[in-house]
Structures are given as structure tokens and as C-alpha cells.
């Protein structure tokens, strides 16, 4: 099963949040490469629930897909910040998936952290330039983040 890594802004949606609501909409992703990914994720898959754009950014837990990609409502609507004039509902460039609760950890593993440990040279996440929202994560490096928690 592949793994996956998310980012989110905890202003928009948090571990925290998540974990109160059990599931929400995974929605706004404006990349072309990170939809495809996202697009691809399949119900059951876990990925690594990461805060982004925040005063201390790292991994905050894990969550798993519950519904598979389908066209993303933020798109269409006027008065959301995700909102694409380009959109309509016959053709919608961007998807969102439904998302659960699974874990949250004891605290963030931050980049530095991340950075450190055995094991996660070539994680997407900590390339450089690489600013995507959503990345594969291989079996590796899920077990060697696991073992940061």
C-alpha cells in the first residue's frame, strides 16, 4: 500500500481539528502535479498529516482516505480563498478527497528532526524546492518517520 504525505495549514485544517471532526473534505490543492497525486490515492491509503506555513512546521499525526478523489466544491464557490474562476461544474480542473482521523503524535517531528534522522535523505518532502502538498512517502521512510513519534 502506498503511503502518502499532506500538508495543511493549521489555520485552515489541523491534526487537532481533524481528530474533533473525525473526517473532513481535503480540499484546495492548486498544483497540477500535487491533484495528480492526489488523485491517485486509493480509500485506506495512510498518509502523514504534515502542518505547513506555521511557527513550528512538521509532522502532527497520520490520517487515511476514506472517499477517493471526486471534483473539488472549493472551486466553484465564489467565497472561498481555493476558489478558480476557470472551474464549472462541466469541467473541473482540481479534486478533493474525504479524509479520517487515525493518529496524532505525542508532538510535531519538525524538520530538523526530519532532517536528522537515518533514513530520510531522499523524502520528497525535504528536497530541495520541493514545495508540494501532497508526495509519495515509501515504506522506509514511513518506518523511519514512525520511529521518530
Known amino acids: 500500500m502506498p503511503y502518502w504525505l499532506m500538508k495543511s495549514e493549521p489555520d485552515v485544517l489541523s491534526a487537532a481539528t481533524l481528530q474533533r471532526l473525525h473526517q473532513a473534505r481535503w480540499d484546495g490543492v492548486r498544483n497540477y502535479r500535487a491533484r495528480n497525486f492526489l ?35 472549493s472551486a466553484l464557490d465564489p467565497r472561498s480563498p481555493y476558489f478558480d474562476a476557470r472551474a464549472s461544474t462541466v469541467k473541473n480542473p482540481w479534486s478533493a478527497v474525504d479524509v479520517e482521523f487515525v493518529e496524532a503524535f505525542a508532538g510535531i517531528i519538525d524538520l530538523a528532526c526530519l532532517r536528522s534522522a537515518p533514513g530520510l535523505a531522499k523524502l520528497p518532502l525535504l528536497q ?10 515509501d515504506a522506509g521512510e514511513w518506518a523511519a518517520v514512525l520511529a521518530l513519534r
Open 39 to 73: 488523485r491517485s490515492r486509493q480509500a485506506d491509503e495512510l498518509f502523514f498529516f504534515y502542518h505547513s506555513s506555521c511557527s513550528r512546521p512538521g509532522i502532527a499525526g497520520i490520517g487515511r482516505i476514506v472517499r477517493t478523489a471526486y471534483p473539488d466544491p
Open 128 to 137: 530541495k524546492g520541493s514545495r508540494l502538498s501532497v508526495m509519495p512517502v
